[in-house]
């Protein structure tokens, strides 16, 4: 299915690193890198580097007075609370801005290559910084890389860019900033604002003015599985994404839905995860002509967790996706190891199989997911003159 596949990578994204303790680890992405490298995966895409991104591109998303806020942090580490730096989520440390604007010149450097054809499919694993707002660092991310991509592209002329989110949290950062830009089509699965950060992501919010309808937000019970989340999945994207026709699809991919997830309740598998890449995948070809652009985004359990899910992605984004038996080698389990003091993981499966049934089979009104289904599609499918029952 892939053409041409590009993974932006430098190992000075993992200066992004709020201190010893802070869930975000940098570990995460480098022992990403590490599995993938040692699989084979890298070896069938291309990969390049990338540049910070300069004061004017981030001004796209960003304030100038917050950029210069950063700025200042950067030098010395000195908090600026009003910036959002400073906080136990968002420590303030010197270089911030450097390590920040790197990943967001990453993000760049990927929707760069998709919209040039340079590549067909982008990613950028360190990426995926969703909660960043215009003018304030939130929830692990000081500069949204995510919404910098969506809305360069704008800038080069696009006129319809679709992004989903599967983060276990909510997408707000993305959200926000395109609320009422029609142009942008933003869709959030995520556990239910009611019982995880950053309490927002309720359905009822669809966008403003001429872009009523463009937000959509699927909130799930905690507890929720592979059958329900995929249900979910199945029953709200691929007919919105089928209507909207974007031009590019960018996805987020955090992947602290999972089970063993430190910071949240949802308990997807590995499989279930890898199902719904394979999915967005299929879904960029149908709908979006093939041009992909995919980040990373949060998961906190550091060795378990991220590391096969984001390989499995970026194998599943290469058109060669891996078998989940294959086992993990042996040098990445020492590196490991040797990084963490965790035991690793022996092979790319938690064995599960992803089932689940169709929305289209019927529904139950007593089911919670059914219920966030129906929620949200009553709140947004009217406006793209879809039905909200079939």
């Known amino acids: 299915m892939s053409r041409s596949v590009r993974v932006v990578w430098d190992d000075a994204l993992t200066s992004y690193n709020f201190g010893p303790g802070h869930p975000l680890a940098p570990v995460r992405v480098e022992l990403t ?20 991104a300069t004061d004017d591109e981030l001004a796209l998303v960003h304030s100038r007075d917050y950029i210069a806020a950063v700025r200042r942090v950067s030098q010395d580490g000195r908090p600026d609370l ?27 450097a990927a929707a760069r290559a998709v919209w040039t054809g340079a590549a067909e499919h982008a990613l950028n694993v360190a990426g995926g910084l969703h909660h960043a707002m215009p003018a304030c660092a939130s929830g692990f991310c000081v500069y949204n890389d995510p919404a910098l991509a969506i809305a360069w592209l704008l800038s080069q002329g696009a006129t319809r860019i679709a992004y989903v989110d599967v983060d276990v949290h909510h997408g707000d ?35 403003a003015g001429e872009a009523e309808g463009t937000a959509v937000n699927v909130p799930l019970p905690a507890g ?25 699809l960018v996805t987020q991919h955090g992947c602290d839905g999972h089970a063993l997830d430190p910071l949240a309740h949802l308990t997807l598998s590995l499989d279930g995860q890898r199902a719904a890449y394979q999915e967005l995948h299929r879904l960029a070809h149908e709908t979006a002509g093939g041009r992909w652009v995919a980040t ?4 906190y359990e550091l060795v378990q967790v991220v590391p096969r899910a984001w390989t499995h992605l970026i194998a599943e984004a290469s058109g060669h996706p ?24 022996l092979t790319m499966t938690d064995d599960r199989i992803p089932e689940f049934r169709h929305f289209s089979h019927g529904y139950d009104p007593e089911d919670p997911i059914d219920r966030a289904i129906v929620a949200a599609r009553n709140a947004v499918f009217p406006a793209h003159g879809l039905d909200v029952l079939l």
């Open 173 to 207: 950062g993305v959200q926000a900033m395109f609320y009422d830009d029609p142009r942008v089509l933003t869709i959030s699965l995520h556990e239910s604002p009611r019982t995880l950060f950053p309490g927002t992501g309720f359905p009822q919010e669809t966008g």
């Open 322 to 345: 891996l078998d989940p038996d294959t086992k993990t080698p042996e040098a990445w389990r020492e590196l490991a190891a040797e990084r963490t003091g965790e035991l690793p993981p």
């Open 296 to 299: 990373g985004g949060g998961g």
């Open 82 to 108: 009003a910036a959002g730096l400073g906080t136990s989520d968002n420590p303030a440390f010197a270089g911030v801005h450097e390590a920040s604007a790197l990943i967001a010149g990453a993000s760049l």
């Open 224 to 248: 929720c599985g592979d059958a329900g989340w995929l249900r979910a999945f199945h029953a709200v994207v691929p007919p919105l994404l089928a209507e909207f026709r974007p031009e590019v």
């Open 33 to 52: 890198m590490a599995l993938a490298r040692e699989l084979g995966v890298l070896a069938t895409v291309e990969q390049t580097g990338c540049a910070p």
